[in-house]
Structures are given as structure tokens and as C-alpha cells.
């Protein structure tokens, strides 16, 4: 009568460990949190968690042992691969800087509540699905888990009317893009007759010979797809909710979702255009959505780093370079769409994505460091003579705002390389040149930031040392230095990272 | 016993441990604690030599490759097929070197605790002394030519330092220059001499390399081919008898050492091609130059024409030093890697010819240099000069053997008297600070306790190092039965066999002036010794003067002994009693196992005898000529043979030290200054800088620059594009901003706009179908 229930081989559940162990730990924590009065153990915990996943991740990214075969799971929906597990560690390591980042903060601004970090580890394991979805609907269901807790992190600080206006607009700008996201993946079901992406890409892959209406309902979704996860991504212009929500957060929140969410995005993003709708246009031989994409990508970065310029608060001067950074992923997407392309841009973009976390979350940490109680004290006046003050911030925030520039020796400089080189592999010129060129604007506002640090005095009180915070900063600051000197790290974790199905 | 081979890199770390202990705690030892770990160091390291030489015997004289722990891969560059690991190699050649500088070594170790006593950089003085066995071991241990560079340069490193030691002394001299001046400058001019000859060694290893493509002088697993020239002959024969063999031995030159690969290629009797691009070379051609690249190596490091002018100013530094790196061990590297490459010199007709040109005139040269001194250290650094010069001319007369032990026991009474001298020197200055005290109101007049004019009469005063000096002289005058005797014989035998048997000038080029040289050596030993111990103190403070410590003499009667017996190591064959008793040129036959041409020296009654007679009558002589001056008790003020009309002119120059620095400076230095100059002055500074720059490049540009300024920038740039460029992003990112106003309204419509936008790209290729655009 019914067909004999799928074993876990069949499954292939172990291929999915590290986002199960995270999403049942953080389920076994939701409840445990009721009777942990000391919420330092609920940090704890979380990142014990957090931890044992991402040495799974590592051990399936390194190939050390097999832990799960690599392919699809879950019957289809789910993909395990290199590019799946690279994101893992990414989204991973992101959850634990910022559980790093977050607890003394929360302890000092009287937020320390258990399911702040529950939450947090959730938001990971949903952008760690979007890593690994094969299916259009898990994609959606995956952007949800992720964005579902960010709105609810975004206001964790509730009487604050800045934090709950954030969440507030964050929320229904978020439910607004998202049924984009759902009308572009309903209209993509109707034209493939499929949520598979393996099976998209067949009909994509022929289209062309195929009667317009059916193309017209692939463009269109693509298109509407491109919308909604250009949101989560803040893409110029659906980057509106970003300066709001990033000053309104608390600054560990946005430290967390400014990377978090971007490598989600990205991931999703990679996913749906590359492995499913690579759709040739009549005569051309790239895929339609590239100058779609190259037009968001130019109007992102010029737009982030020209507003930037202006940023008087740091929050909203890295939420705008947040932006920026988005635009240069979009290099790499877009140049994804050229056939042969496509694994050097993934490798590109993932690359872009591990170094951008690690500078960015530190970035931000550096301005949680220096916040008062009262969520003030984040502006351009507050930083100056920090050198002096706190000599080791001050350095750490230099090596982050070098990073983000693109200077050699940082993990900017070595994201920044790939995503060129990928637009040049891709006969992108005019993107590459305008990325060279903003990144060059950009200097503009980072340096003047290390300026105010070194070369101007002010009396600003900053908060005390903090210890774990520290650590986060010491972890992320290393990180952002070793990959700039050690760049065959990243070369060897990506070099196998590959989206395309068909070839 | 064989294991005990693999022992042989202590002998370069226990060393090291001892610098690193004293260089890092030295300072909380106290000078006994900082002595006794020197001292150790090196004291260790010579058991472990010993070691080495018991364990070499039980070996069967076979020669051993070791690599050390943790350290084998040293240069390796795959790409190129360069492997250059760091290897010992254990042959008798390298212990015998290993057991001079690590034994006598310890004796000047431990004449230092006694003689830097009261240092206030006294464990420096330690931590160099070590640093510097280290490279010494290293240079004599390596198993291939870039190993031993290390070392070279190592020790030239630790010269350096050492001559320097006292940069900071406060003495100024009547000249105007400080006594710290001049030892700095004396450690510069060390290092800039050796510049060149280290400029020499370094082509000679890039030669090596092209033409053999290995730098190691031996591999691990073979043995040095061959021996004398007849073996090698006979070798080459049975290559050539059997074509089979032939293909073999050619296989087989990959996995040879460079010095087996010369012999077996330079003894086939065939003409060998070595490519240099497109020009070919004949094998011969290249060893030639190979050689004397090295023979430039050698004047550097081991003090000959025309690069041993740094040697003298060396005394600047304390006299262990003078001892140990200036006389005994150091200087003589130069010796040492000629007879590592004895194979190469055995074949270099040409070269072995300059070299001994060179030794035999820089022994003459030096030593009538020596005779003209007033400095005790001069005397004796100018005899260790013309004492390198029979060791470098022994290698060119094919002696390798002869040059080895004319090395062992020149380290034994060179060090010997260079102590002594440095006793002297002690006892000099012991005596003025005690005269100075007694005499308070004493007036302040320059005294320089090395001048042999203010010493006499130290006989009494410091009998062990009087009788101690005694022996060191006879040993370097070559008298009966003392160590030089045997040594500097053998070196004149040979030179006598190369020109009568070999019928080859440079045999008797080298007799000649060698013999000339030995009596020049023991005239200003004599006179030395007639000046400082006989007659009546010329000073005060030779009045004062007492024996030095026993830390001190004890290293001088030991080392006394060994210039004694030392000679006995290599007694020729069919002598009565002495042969019996200490067996036949054993130092040879050991040595012979792995200098392949070594040979050993026939010992000639007459020549024996005659250059006894030279020595014994320039003592002789000296006594007689300077038995006057020892009766002064004043200061005496100039030399009998300046006096005498005849030698007045020769002894002036003797004095003047030949005037090698005034001809450097007036036909070297000088005309490098001027042309310097002249570079700098006129064609970098008037020409380049003030005609070029200012005129053709500067002005025209200036007035160039001042045009566009003046006009175009200030209008057009700045009033115009400057608007759009500078003023342009701010002003578009003050209008953007103001989009942003906080509405969510707004925020959303945005995202509606963006969707249509989103849309029409994508869009855009079937939209401009169907419009047919």
C-alpha cells in the first residue's frame, strides 16, 4: 500500500550533520533555557554547539573522513557539496564570533536573554540551508528560518523605539520582498513544472526552442527571485531597510546579520541562477539575468560607497559599506552567468564571503566595543584618539577598515582579487574597472576612520575592556590577517566548490 | 667504536650551547660562571674530537658522512636538482683540524678567564669565543664547499668582532685618533680585505657548481679516489682497459663528490670540454681558474700578498684572540681548503706555481717586515704572516701533508708566544698601575705596554713566561728537536725534491727564499726575546711587573710541552732512535687517508743541518747585536741596525712595514677617491644634477608646468572639473541620501521601482525582439 519508509542511507541524513546537530541543539537549548538562570551558560552551550557543528563542517569540507556522502539528501531537496560545505563554515564561524561578540554587550545593555542566542544559532542554520537547497521551495522555506529570527533579533532590545523600529521595518520589508520571492518561485514551477532545480535547468537549458510564454514565465520568476533575495542581500535598490535596521539593531545583531545574511543570500542566490536558471539568451551565450545583475551590481556599488561618504555614525557608515560589499558579490554573480565561468565565480563569491565575514563581524565588533549602555557613542567624534586610549582597537579597527578597502596583506584584498579576476574570466571588464574604482572611493571613508582614530584627539569615555568580546575581536582581526597572508587557505577550502549541473 | 662517528655535529652544537647560555644568562654568572661554561664548551668539544679521532682509527682511517638531527635538508631547491644538504664530514683531515681548533681552543679559553678578568663586557667576550668555534667546526666539518663558506664567512664575522672588542677604549694617541677609533677601524679593514678574497671563494663555488654540478666534495657513500699520482695514473689505466668500465665510471660521475669527479676526470689522460653557453672550456682551463679563485680565498683569509695587510691591524684586538683566531686557527682556513682541494691544486700546474710564488715571497716579505717592529704583538703577527706564507707555499709545492703539520705545530707555538706575549703585556700594564700608585705625583706620560723599548729585564721578573717564550721561539726558529724544526723542514725537503727530482723552478724559487725567511724568523724572534727578558727594566713599570696568574701560565707550559713534542707526530723515516721511537711520518699517513696527495717528505741531512746553521747563526747574531741595548735602563730609542749605515735604509723600511698601506692608499685607495669624486662632483652633481636636471629637465617643464598651471588648471581644472569630480560625489550622495527618509512607505515603493527596473532588464533582450529594435 505504501512504499517502505526511506532508511537514513537512503536519506543520506549524515551528508546534512552539521545543520542538524545545530538546529536540534538549539531546539534542546529553547527548552533547557527555562531552567538556566545564568545565561552565561546558555552562551556557553551555544557555542558548544556551534562549535562541535563546525568541526563537522570542517572534517566534511577538508574531506578528513567521510561524514556523509556527497550529493544530494533528503530525497532531492537537500545538496551536499563543497560549495555547501563552505558555506557552512562561513555561516558557522559567523554564529560563533557573534555569540562571542554578544555576551557582555547583552549583559552590560540588561539584554541577556537565553533565546537571543537560540535564535541566533536558528538564523545560522537557515542560511546554512540555503547553502545546501536543491529545491525551490527549500530555498524559501530556508530564507524564512533565516530572516525569522533576525526581525525578532532586530527588536530584542524592546522598549528601545530605535530597535523595535528596526525590527518593525525590517519585518515588512521582508514579508514584502518575500512574496516576490514566492511569486517568482511559483511562476519558475509553472513554466519548469518542477521545484528541483536538477530539473529546472533541463528545461532552462532548452527553452530558448520552446514557445515564448514558458521563457517569459522563467524571465519573470528569475527576475522576481532576483528581487526577493536581493533584499535579504541589500541590493541596490532594495537596500532601503539596510541603515535603518543596522543602527536600530543592537550592534552584535548587525554585526551577526550583516554576514550572516549576506552569506545566506549569496548562497540561495548562487544556487537558483547558477545550478537552475543558467537561461541562454537567442545568439548570446551568456545567461539573460547577467546584465540584469551587472546593473544591480553597479548601481550598488556606486550607490554604497557614494552614501557612505556622507555616514556621520559608524553603524550607518558600515551598513552603507555593507551595501557596497554586496555590490561586489554581485560582481562574481553575475559573472557567474557566463558559461565556464560559473565555478570560479562561486569560488570567487564564497571566498569574497569568508573574508568579508570575518572583516565586517569584527568591524562591528569593534564598534560594540566602544558603545555606550545607551546604545550612543558610535558616531565619527566618538573613535577619535582611540589610539591612544585603546591602542590594540584602535589597530584592530585599522586592520578591518584595510580589509574592507581592499588593501593587500588583508582578507579584502584576497576577495577582491577573486571576484575581479572571476569578472575578468568572464569578459565583465567594465564591472571589474568600476569595482577597482569604487573600492578606490571607498578608501575615502574607511581611512578617514583610521584617521580620526590616530591622528585626531577627543575626550570620549569608551566602555571598559571586555574579555569574550576581546577574543571575538583577537579571532576575527587574525582571521582577516591570516587570509590576507595565507591566501592558499581559502584557494584549497574553494578549489572544489562547484554549482554547475550540467555542463 | 664506528658510532661514535655520528657524535661529530657536538662539535658545533655543544659550542653553540655554551654561546646561547652565556649569551643569555651570562650576565647573572659572574665571571667564574661565564669562564667555566667557555671553557666547557670547549673543553667538551675537544673530547668529542678526540672521540672522533679513536673512533676514525677503529674505522679504518674511512671517511664519514653524517647528517645531523633535524638538519639534513638544508638548501634544496628541486627545480633546479640543487640539494645541498648540511653534512659533517669525518676524515682525518677535518678531526686533525677539529682537534687543533677545539684543544688549543681550550687552552686559550682558559687563559682568557684570566687574562679578560676585570672586563666589564666580559661575557661577551665569551659568547663571541664560542660563536666562534662554532663556525670554526662548521668550516673545517662541512661536507661540501657551501657548508664551509658558512663557516668562513662565520669566522670572519667573529674576527670582526673580536678585533673591535674594544671600540670604546678612551685612549687618544698623539696622532689625535682614539685607541677605540683605531681597533674599530681595525675590525673594518679586516672585514674589508676579506671582502675580496670571500668575493674569490664565491666565484670558486659557482665555478665548481657549473662545471661539476654538485657541491659536495665527497659523497656520502664513497671514498676519495685514488692517492698519489701514480695510483691515480693506475686508476685511469683501468678505466681505460676495459671499455665496460669506462661506461661505468662515467655512469657513475652523477654520484660523485666534485673532487672525486676532477680526479677521475683530470687522470684519464683525455681532454674534457665544460660548456659555458656557447663557449667551451678544456676542464684543465676551468680548474685552473677554480684554483686560483681559491688561492684569492686563501690571501684574504690566511694573510698573503697582496691581502694580508688587514692581519697586522688585527692586534687591535685581545690577545687570546690574537691567538687563538689570528694565529692559530682562523688564518689558517685559507690553508685548510687548499689541501681540501688538493686534488684540484695537484692538477693545476699553473696555479700550484703562483701559489707558491706567493708563499714563498710573502714569508720573506714578512718576515723582514718583522724585523723592523717595536710592537710585541707586531713582531708576532707579522712572523704568523710569514709563517702562513711556508703553509701556502708547502700547498702550491705539492706538500699538502707538509702544510697540515706545519700547521698543527705553528698553532702550538704561535699560540704559545701570542699568549706569552699577551702575559707580557699584562705583566707590563700590572707593573704601571702599581708604579702609578706608589708615585702619586707621577707626571701623566703616554705608556704603551706593548712597546718592546720600555720592556727588558722581564726575565726575573716572569721566569714561566720567560722560559715558556724561550721554547716558543726555538719551536718557530726551527732549532733542534723543537716542534717547528720538523715541520719547516719538511716544507724546505720538499722544495728541494720539487726542484731536483720534478726539476721544477718553483722548487727552487721556494728554497731559497724560504731558507731566507727561516733565518729572518729566528733573527727577530731572538731579538724579540733579547728585548723583552734580557738586561735591566727600561721602564718603571717592568720594574713592577709580576708573573701573571696561573688561569694564565698554565695554558703557556702546556702549550710549551706541545711545541716541544709536537714535531715528533710526523718524524721522518731512517732516523736513529726518534724513528724508532715515534714511529715514521705517521702524521702523513694518517693525513694520507684522505688528502689523496699527500705524500711523505724525505728527510735530507745536509739541508736539515744548513737551515739549522741559518737559524742558529741569525740567533746568534741577534744576541750579539742587541747584547748592547739591554744594558740601557732608559728607553731606548732606536734599533743597532738603524744606526748602522748599511741596514740603516733596509731596517727603516722593515720599520715602515714596506710601506704596503701608503702604496694601497697612494695607488689604490687614493685614485678611487679622486675618481669617487670626480663621479660625484662633476658628472652626478654638475653635470647630471645641476646642467641636466636643472636645465633640461627642470626648467623646461617649470615653465611648462607654470603655463598649464597658470591657465588651464586654475580655470579649467579647478573651476571646472574639479566641480564635477570633487565636488560630484558628495553632492550626489547629499541628494541621495535624502531619499532615505525613514518611511517604510517609501522604502517599499523603492522596492516596487526596483522590481519593475528588475524586470525590464531581464526583460530587455525579448522586449527589444518584439519591438525590433
Known sequence: MFPAPPTFEDLNVWAALPVIILSLWASVLLVADRFINNKFYVAAYSLLGVGISLVIALFQAGDLFDIG????????????????????????????????????????????????????????????????????????????????????????????????????????????????????????????????????????????????????????????????????????????????????????????????????????????????????????????????????????????????????????????????????????????????????????????????????????????????????????????????????????????????????????????????????????????????????????????????????????????????????????????????????ILENLVRDASLAILR | MENVLTAVPLVVFIPLAGMLINLFFGKYFGEFGVGFIGVTASGLAFVVAALLWAGLRDNNFEAVVVNPPLFDGWISIPSANLEIPWQFRVDTLSVTMMLVVSG??????????????????????????????????????????????????????????????????????????????????????????????????????????????????????????????????????????????????????????????????????????????????????????????????????????????????????????????????????????????????HHAEVSSFIVTVIGATTAIMAGFIAVGQWDVKKVLAYSTVSQLGFMVAAVGLGAYAAAIFHLVTHAFFKALLFLASGSIIHGMEHGHHHSHDSHHAHHEEEFDPQDMRTMGGLRRKMPITYWTYVIGTFALAGIFPFAGFWSKDEILADSFRVFWDEGELKGIFALMLLITAAGFTAFYMWRQVSLVFYGEPRHEAGEHASESSLLMTLPLMILAVLSIFGGFLNTPSDLPLLTDLFGAHKFTDWLGHSVVNAHAGEFLWWLALGALGVAVFAIFAARQLYADETTSTVRITGDPLARNPQTSQAFALANAKLLWDEMYFKYLENPFNVASRFLADRVDWQFWHDFFHHNIVYLPFDQGAKGISGNVDKVVIDKGIMMVFARGPWEIARRVRRVQTGFVRIYALTILLGTVLVMIAILFPDIRDILGI
Not at chain 1, 589597530?395 to 588593501?407: D, E, H, P, Q, R
Not at chain 1, 576612520?449 to 568580546?469: C, H, I, K, S
Not at chain 2, 672585514?191 to 657548481?209: E, P
Not at chain 2, 667551451?280 to 688561492?295: C, R
Open chain 1, 69 to 488: 556522502e556527497s550529493g544530494t539528501a533528503f530525497e532531492g531537496m537537500f545538496m551536499a557539496d563543497q560549495f555547501t560545505y563552505v558555506v557552512n563554515i562561513v555561516a558557522l564561524i559567523s554564529a560563533a564570533i557573534g555569540i562571542l561578540i554578544s555576551y557582555e554587550y547583552l549583559e552590560r545593555t540588561k539584554l541577556d536573554r537565553g533565546e537571543y542566542y537560540i535564535l541566533l544559532m536558528f538564523s545560522a542554520a537557515g542560511a546554512m540551508l540555503m547553502g545546501s537547497s536543491n529545491n525551490l521551495s527549500m530555498i524559501f522555506i530556508s530564507l524564512e528560518l533565516l530572516s525569522i529570527p533576525l526581525y525578532i533579533l532586530s527588536g530584542i532590545r524592546r522598549p528601545q523605539e530605535e530597535s523595535e523600529e528596526s525590527a518593525m521595518k525590517y519585518f515588512l520589508l521582508g514579508a514584502f520582498s518575500s512574496s516576490f520571492l514566492v511569486y517568482g518561485i511559483a511562476l519558475v514551477f509553472g513554466a519548469a513544472g518542477s521545484l528541483d532545480l536538477g530539473e529546472i535547468v533541463v528545461v532552462a537549458q532548452t527553452i530558448s526552442e520552446q514557445e515564448a510564454t514558458q521563457r517569459y514565465l522563467l524571465l519573470i520568476g528569475a527576475g522576481l527571485i532576483t528581487v526577493g533575495l536581493g533584499f535579504k542581500v541589500a541590493a541596490v535598490p532594495f537596500h532601503m531597510w539596510t541603515p535603518d535596521v543596522y543602527q536600530g539593531a543592537p550592534t552584535p545583531v548587525t554585526a551577526y546579520m550583516s554576514s550572516v545574511a549576506k552569506v545566506g543570500g549569496f548562497a540561495a542566490f548562487l544556487r537558483v541562477l547558477v545550478t537552475g536558471l543558467p537561461i541562454i539568451a537567442e545568439g548570446g551565450d551568456a545567461a539573460v539575468w547577467v546584465d540584469t545583475l551587472q546593473i544591480l551590481a553597479a548601481l550598488t556599488l556606486l550607490l554604497g560607497n557614494l552614501v557612505a561618504i556622507m555616514q556621520y555614525d559608524l553603524k550607518r557608515l558600515l551598513a552603507y559599506s555593507s551595501i557596497a560589499h554586496a555590490g561586489y558579490i554581485l560582481i562574481a554573480l553575475a559573472a557567474g552567468g557566463v558559461p565556464g565561468v560559473g565555478d570560479s565565480a562561486a569560488q570567487a563569491a564564497l571566498v569574497y564571503l569568508a573574508a568579508y565575514a570575518f572583516t565586517n563581524i569584527g568591524a562591528f565588533a569593534v564598534v560594540a566595543a566602544i558603545e555606550k549602555d545607551d546604545s550612543t557613542g558610535t558616531t565619527m567624534d566618538d573613535i577619535k584618539g582611540l589610539a591612544v586610549k585603546r591602542p590594540w582597537l584602535a589597530g584592530a579597527m585599522s586592520v578591518f577598515m584595510f580589509s574592507l578597502t581592499g588593501i593587500p596583506l588583508t582578507a579584502g584584498f584576497i576577495g577582491k582579487f577573486w571576484v575581479f579576476r572571476a569578472a575578468m574570466d568572464a569578459g565583465l571588464e567594465p564591472l571589474a574597472v568600476l569595482g577597482v574604482l569604487t573600492s578606490a572611493i571607498s578608501a575615502f571613508y574607511y581611512v578617514r576612520v583610521v584617521w580620526n582614530m590616530y591622528f585626531e584627539t577627543g575626550d570620549a569615555v569608551v566602555p571598559e575592556r571586555q574579555q569574550y568580546l576581546t577574543s571575538g575581536l583577537v579571532i576575527t582581526a587574525a582571521g582577516t590577517l591570516i587570509l590576507g597572508l595565507l591566501p592558499f
Open chain 2, 104 to 345: 688549543v681552543g681550550t687552552l686559550i679559553h682558559l687563559y682568557a678567564v684570566g687574562y679578560m678578568h676585570g672586563d666589564p663586557r666580559f661575557p661577551r667576550f665569551f659568547v663571541y669565543l664560542n660563536l666562534f668555534l662554532v663556525f670554526m667546526m662548521t668550516l673545517v666539518t662541512g661536507n661540501n664547499i657551501l657548508m664551509m663558506f658558512v663557516g668562513w664567512e662565520g669566522v670572519g664575522l667573529c674576527s670582526y668582532l673580536l678585533i673591535g672588542f674594544w671600540f670604546d677604549k678612551s685612549r687618544v694617541f698623539p696622532d689625535g685618533v682614539s685607541e677605540g677609533w683605531k681597533n674599530s677601524n681595525a675590525a673594518r679593514k679586516a672585514m674589508i680585505v676579506n671582502r675580496i678574497g670571500d668575493f674569490g671563494v664565491l666565484l670558486a663555488i659557482f665555478l665548481t657548481f657549473w662545471t661539476f654540478g654538485t657541491l659536495d666534495f665527497y659523497k656520502p657513500d664513497e671514498q676519495p679516489i685514488g692517492g698519489h699520482a701514480e695510483e691515480a695514473e693506475e686508476h685511469a689505466l683501468v678505466i681505460a682497459s676495459t671499455d665496460e668500465v669506462i661506461a661505468e665510471e662515467e655512469h657513475d660521475l652523477s654520484n660523485m663528490g666534485f673532487l672525486n669527479q676532477a680526479q677521475v676526470l683530470l687522470s684519464d689522460g683525455e681532454e674534457h670540454q665544460v660548456k659555458f653557453g656557447s663557449v667551451d672550456l678544456s676542464l684543465k682551463a676551468i680548474v685552473t681558474l677554480i684554483t686560483l679563485l681559491m688561492l684569492l680565498g686563501a690571501a684574504g683569509k690566511s694573510a698573503q700578498i697582496p691581502l694580508f695587510v688587514w692581519l697586522p691591524d688585527a692586534m687591535a684586538g685581545p690577545t687570546p684572540v690574537s691567538a687563538l683566531i689570528h694565529a692559530a686557527t682562523m688564518v689558517t682556513a685559507g690553508v685548510y681548503m687548499m689541501v681540501r682541494a688538493n686534488v684540484l691544486f
